[in-house]
């Protein structure tokens, strides 16, 4: 489902400006962002990136009635509203209205919104269907093994350190 890479895209990009900005001005003894977050957030977006890149390019959509082919206008619009807040967001850092790390949690927040939502439509699409074909798998795979991760690296380093958006989407 396209919607599920475009859910995800927008949430590494959330995620990708919250890793970059936090390591560059935060104290390097707080350790809320490391280095291999700012890598794996990148390296994230970019294969995602790319992935939504080849989705539109290599999308066949000759299985599907026209009925199925009009973008959902919900889901769009929840699309939409997530780059409003982006864009509100950085307005708002712009004219100093809020406090830089208040932006960047709002970043980190919008992509824990965003994991928790991004399998909903495939799963709605599935049900639908009565199918899984064209599902993958390996992506909750993924998920579920990168989260586990992340939190054994969390408790690893050291005890929670106060990073409620990173600790959430573990």
């Not at 539109?56 to 699309?79: A, G, M, P, Q």
């Not at 807040?85 to 949690?105: E, Q």
């Amino acid at each position: 489902d396209i919607y599920f890479w475009l859910y995800n895209l927008s949430g590494w990009i959330f995620y990708t400006i919250y890793c970059l900005i936090y390591y560059i001005i935060e104290n390097k003894e707080q350790h809320k962002v490391i280095l291999s977050d700012v890598f794996f957030s990148t390296h994230a977006f970019i294969l995602t990136l790319i992935i939504t890149i080849q989705f539109y390019i290599y999308y066949d959509d000759s299985n599907y009635t026209n009925n199925n082919r009009k973008l959902n206008k919900y889901k769009v619009l929840l699309i939409l509203i997530w780059s409003f807040l982006t864009l509100i967001t950085l307005l708002v850092l712009l004219f100093n209205v809020f406090s830089f790390i208040f932006v960047l949690n709002v970043l980190g927040y919008l992509k824990m919104l965003i994991t928790l939502v991004k399998y909903i439509p495939q799963v709605q699409h599935n049900y639908k269907r009565k199918s899984m074909i064209g599902f993958s798998m390996q992506n909750v795979y993924l998920d579920f093994s990168g989260g586990l991760f992340s939190l054994l690296q969390m408790m690893f380093i050291e005890t929670m350190f106060d990073n409620i958006p990173k600790l959430l989407l573990t």
